[in-house]
């Protein structure tokens, strides 16, 4: 909270925040900062989508290769798109220094991003487990389970001793 109320210009907005140190190129680069997290989001779809490719469409490293810049580039070029935008918009407020649409170049595309993570993620789980009950049909069956070997070792059959 002090090092966001320090990148704030004096004498704009709420009066009684203390701390206030900054000028308006503080808070621009403040929100610069916040608008960049949103990269960590959009590398997170990445790596998800690399998952998807190589877990459920079965790719493999030679047909990744040619791709391999979608993976890397469309986050850092959206990211780049996002601060971009939010850079003009630049407000301060109570608590630090935001754009003042955030609903737009912030919440949204991360509401979003995280929809399409867990839509993603669950339709790999889904294909893991449909492969593994396929699967488990053409394995043998085992001739003891655990808790039979188990039961067999605390009531060990007698012995008769025939002399």
Known sequence: WILM????????????????HGTDVSCKIQNVLLQLSLGSIFYCASLITYFFVV?????????LDRQRWWLHGVPILATSAFVGAAIPF???VVFGCHSDKPFVLFYYPAF????????TMAW??????RVSMRARKWRFPTTQTPSAISRQNDNPT??????
């Not at 109320?5 to 206030?20: K, N, Q, T």
């Not at 979003?112 to 839509?119: E, F, G, H, M, T």
């Open 90 to 92: 630049t407000q301060p």
């Open 55 to 63: 877990i459920v469409k079965s790719k493999r490293g030679s047909a």
């Open 5 to 20: 109320a320090a990148a704030m210009p004096r004498g704009i907005g709420a009066p009684e925040v203390p701390g206030r």
């Open 124 to 129: 790999i789980v889904l294909h893991v487990r």
């Open 112 to 119: 979003a991003v995280i929809v399409y993570c867990l839509l």
């Open 158 to 163: 007698p012995t008769t001793n025939i002399s």
